[in-house]
């Protein structure tokens, strides 16, 4: 396992198009996260799940922001309609129990709305 | 949770140690500082966290106050790779809540 993976790393897009993001968490993680940053500031939370239930969600999460994580495993961000206020780094970051160390973070995908 | 305050921008020779400040004056006795660094262009890295000893670890030591209202990440012999934006969190280890909330962080320069 070689840690969290996102694909794709980079996505442009035109405005009012929709895209999605993929997240492979480590596999025994049970916990999986979404952040979305813009430059020069921290990642801000999105949404969250635990297995396959999504216990959280930002009110950032607008509804055109969809998340899903079947069966427990992979997650996916969807965005619909994107606007140019969408371009940002989107991170994903999977954890276990009681996150004795922390999130693990994938490299993100960075989008661009055109 | 609490909410920190860390200097913007710092600059460390290599080979020296550099010292990380980060203020979290209302922090409560069960929230948990942890602290994070961000290289560019990749996702943050997770570095250390204490509740109020002071930890080692391989990559770094974290130097909590008594009266736990600041700390000092130290990385004992930086090196160019360490320079990144490092971020001070503090946060209820067993929280529901999930929302670190992340300020700007430091960003470190490691100079040769």
């Known amino acids: 396992d070689t840690g969290v993976s996102q694909d794709p790393r980079h996505k442009i897009t035109k405005r009012g198009q929709n895209v999605t993001f993929r997240c492979d968490p480590i596999?025994?993680?049970?916990?999986l996260y979404w952040y979305r940053q813009t430059l020069g500031q921290g990642p801000e939370f999105l949404t969250y799940?635990?297995?396959?239930?999504?216990?959280?969600k930002s009110r950032l999460l607008s509804d055109r922001f969809s998340a899903e994580r079947p069966k427990g495993s992979f997650s996916t961000l969807e965005i619909q309609r994107t606007e140019q206020g969408d371009s940002a780094m989107y991170l994903c970051?999977?954890?276990?129990?009681?996150?004795?160390?922390?999130?693990?973070f994938g490299s993100g995908t960075r989008l661009t709305v055109v | 949770d609490a909410k920190t305050t860390q200097p913007t921008s710092m600059d460390c020779a290599e080979g020296r140690a550099a010292n990380l400040p980060c203020n979290h004056s209302?922090?409560?006795?069960?929230?948990?500082v942890y602290w994070y660094r961000q290289i560019h262009s990749q996702g943050p890295q997770y570095i250390i966290h204490?509740?109020?000893?002071?930890e080692t670890n391989e990559m770094a030591s974290l130097i909590i106050t008594e009266d736990r209202k600041s700390s000092t990440l130290i990385l004992p012999h930086a090196t160019l790779r360490d320079t990144a934006v490092y971020y001070c969190?503090?946060?209820?280890?067993?929280?529901?809540?999930?929302?670190?909330?992340w300020g700007a962080g430091t960003k470190l320069i490691i100079k040769p």
């Open positions: 204490g509740l109020k000893n002071n």
């Open positions: 596999s025994e993680h049970n916990r």
């Open positions: 209302t922090i409560s006795g069960n929230e948990y």
């Open positions: 970051a999977s954890s276990w129990g009681q996150e004795t160390y922390g999130y693990t």
């Open positions: 969190i503090v946060k209820r280890r067993m929280d529901s809540n999930y929302q670190l909330i």
């Open positions: 799940f635990q297995n396959e239930a999504q216990l959280e």
